[in-house]
């Protein structure tokens, strides 16, 4: 029942006006970027973030998990009437979505995508809610081994999940976590790895440099690249009747529905999975249980419905480590944990008690977010489709413009600017060769909190590092960690062993 | 691209290393532990990937595509080079002046837009951040020489 009591606290939070607008905003916002080729959440809410300042964190976080929302329904827009997805989160949709525009069945697309999205987000708001209490309750049983010991499992998802070069995953993570050592020692207080004799290193890299760097102006060199060629534009015709007559044939999909939520949610916890592998699973999950899974690529309803509830859920699934851990579930939970720190919320389960009101606001809001989202989803597919046409020459300089004063605004030194550049040229760079940039903007941002817990838990045992392994809880996380950190190896052995035979 | 990264390992190592990398008896680990390590796993990362380059086992290493045409190249310089430009020019007139410069040439010369959307985005860019950056969120953008320009807008709206 306290559950209960604080939603409805959290309730009133999101109704205030101020709240309200900002929800309707953000889902607005996040509509429009995610529909954008090449941009997706993380990108939006990297470049916006500098723009919450101006209200409390409460009213902050919301807009910025409205952005969130809205750029998981979006991405389903372009993937269906461009063939390209909007964001990686939805690729699986263009799998279905593309072949139904292409039949001149767009809107039939667009509704089943908007309504899946609908269903995956409120299902997983609702498990959200249930699981947030127990879980921070647990989690404030924490001492600093048992929060290393959760870094070190975010970390190892990456390794034993994330299906990219281990060596290219395991340097990312590293560069990330040095990268956020730059600055002053946080025990001694001398300045360490100050590059150049630069007084600007001397306050750190901020997380935001990164995140707007590699998401910002890497992002648009790689879409800039990728996107110079002619797209077709699909038609869709869009009426209240045929949207009704969409929503009626949608009821077959509702069971396709309910699992991709719940695999998605699932999925989206952990830190290297989150909305994309969710997504991509739900969609093979759907067309394995199907009774006609030959018409799947060839427009299939189920095959627009799995990945876009799937998504949504992943998303929501995301933000349940990063409030009651402090561990984000996503590159874009990874970006709203460092927000919470510029805010001055201590990120972690003492959210909870210190801050009820951000928390329960943050996820009331989510539900609120829900129905706008879908109401103005499917009330403005013509201006997603208008908007489709800007051209990215003109869409790609404002969005540089916005990436160089979002990097200035936060320190309000050029020395960030220049760094972001950087960042942005060289992860453009790197991301080319296939290194995977995710965990390194993970890494900055659980660096501050990683290594206090570690010097803290080694200062305690006197250097002994068992005290990771022996304390019940961080031993089984730890335990975790290497099944993850060994999960690759396994593969391999295994591969080696049946070419053998 | 490893190569490179396994000599800034190395230098990441030397700078953690003007800290104490060890155990300091009664405090823990030094201050330049933490890093010296982490570069070190950067370093052997490198290595590892150097290897399987040479080994051929890594999918970018049996790529027989140039790492970058010369049409991409070229649009990369452009881009680049002009947001490069636009950074710099900040430090000398301000954003004010830059963010309409860098507009224009990406609009009308990289974009080949009307003069008309070019014009427009470089006057509206600007009194729009002017309004939500210094005037709502009251936080100053660098100007460079421009700043006594600014001076009667303060009167007006601060």
């Known amino acids: 029942m306290e559950v209960f009591s604080l939603l409805v606290n959290g309730f009133f939070i999101a109704f205030e006006p101020l709240n309200l607008s900002l929800v309707i905003a953000g889902v607005v916002v996040g509509l429009f970027i995610g529909a954008m080729p090449g941009l997706g959440s993380v990108n939006g809410v990297a470049i916006l973030l500098p723009m919450t300042f101006l209200v409390p964190p409460t009213s902050a976080v919301i807009f910025l998990a409205a952005i969130y929302y809205g750029a998981m329904y979006g991405g389903a827009i372009s993937s269906i009437m461009l063939g390209i997805p909007g964001a990686s989160t939805a690729v699986a949709t263009t799998f279905d979505g593309r072949p139904l525009a292409l039949k001149g069945m767009a809107d039939k697309a667009l509704v089943a995508a908007a309504t899946a999205s609908f269903v995956g987000g409120t299902i997983s708001v609702v498990l959200f809610t249930l699981f947030a209490l127990p879980m921070a309750e647990v989690a404030l049983a924490f001492g600093p081994p048992e929060t290393f010991a959760l870094m070190v499992l975010a970390f190892s998802t990456f390794i034993g999940l994330g299906g990219d070069d281990i060596a290219k995953t395991l340097f990312s993570i590293f560069i990330g976590l040095v990268f956020s050592a730059v600055g002053l020692d946080i025990i001694s207080g001398e300045p360490r790895l100050i590059f150049g004799g630069l007084t600007g290193f001397y306050h750190g890299i901020n997380f935001l440099v990164l995140a707007i760097g590699i998401y910002g102006i890497g992002e648009m060199l790689w879409t800039i690249e990728v996107s110079r060629g002619d797209v077709l534009m699909s038609k869709a015709t869009v009426s209240f009747r045929r949207i009704i007559n969409c929503l009626k044939e949608l009821r077959s999909s509702a069971k396709t529905m309910v699992l991709s939520s719940l695999l998605g949610y699932f999925v989206g916890i952990l830190p290297a999975a989150g909305a994309t592998p969710g997504s991509l699973m739900a969609y093979g999950v759907a067309k394995t249980m199907a009774k006609n899974p030959e018409t799947f690529g060839k427009g299939n309803v189920d095959g627009v419905v799995a990945p876009e509830a799937a998504n949504n859920a992943a998303s929501t699934g995301s933000m349940l480590p990063m409030l009651t851990l402090g561990i984000p579930g996503s590159p874009t939970t990874a970006i709203l944990l460092g927000g919470m720190v510029i805010w001055g919320l201590e990120p972690g389960p003492l959210v909870f008690v210190d801050h009820p009101d951000f928390v329960w606001g943050l996820i009331a809001s989510l539900y609120v977010a829900n129905v706008f989202a879908l109401l103005i989803n499917i009330g403005f597919i013509p201006a997603f489709i208008w908007v489709l046409k800007m051209p990215f020459t003109i869409l790609a300089p404002i969005i540089f413009v916005l990436c160089v004063i979002g990097g200035y605004v936060p320190t309000q030194d050029m020395h960030d600017v220049w760094l972001m550049l950087i960042f942005g040229v060289v992860g453009y760079m790197m991301r080319k060769l296939d290194y995977p940039m995710a965990p390194a903007v993970l890494a900055i941002v659980l660096g501050p909190l990683a290594e206090p817990a570690l010097r803290q838990s080694l200062i305690g045992s006197h250097g002994d590092v068992m005290i990771f392994f022996e304390r019940p809880i961080s031993g089984s996380i730890m335990a975790i960690a290497i099944i993850l950190f060994a999960l690759p190896l396994v593969k391999l052995v295994k591969a080696r062993w049946k070419r053998a035979t | ?158």
């Not at chain 2, 370093?43 to 970058?68: G, K």
């Open chain 2, 1 to 158: 691209m490893a190569l490179v990264m396994a000599v800034f390992s190395l230098y990441l190592m030397w700078k953690s290393a003007e800290l104490p990398i060890g155990w300091i008896p009664g405090k823990g680990p030094g201050g330049g532990a933490f890093p010296f390590w982490l570069s070190l796993g950067m370093l052997a990362c490198c290595v590892a990937i150097i290897l399987r380059w040479i080994a051929r086992a890594s999918p970018p290493s049996r790529s027989t595509e140039p790492f970058m045409t010369p049409e991409t190249f070229k649009w990369f310089l452009l881009v680049a080079g002009s947001l490069t430009a636009m950074i710099a020019l900040i430090h000398v007139i301000g954003v004010y002046g830059a963010v309409p410069l860098f507009l224009i040439f990406y609009v009308r010369f990289l974009g080949r837009h009307s003069w008309t959307t070019a014009g427009a985005l470089a006057i509206c860019t600007p009194v729009a951040t002017f309004f939500f950056f210094e005037i709502a969120l009251k936080k100053t953008l660098p100007k460079g020489f421009t700043e006594p320009l600014f001076y009667p807008l303060y009167d007006i709206f601060l």
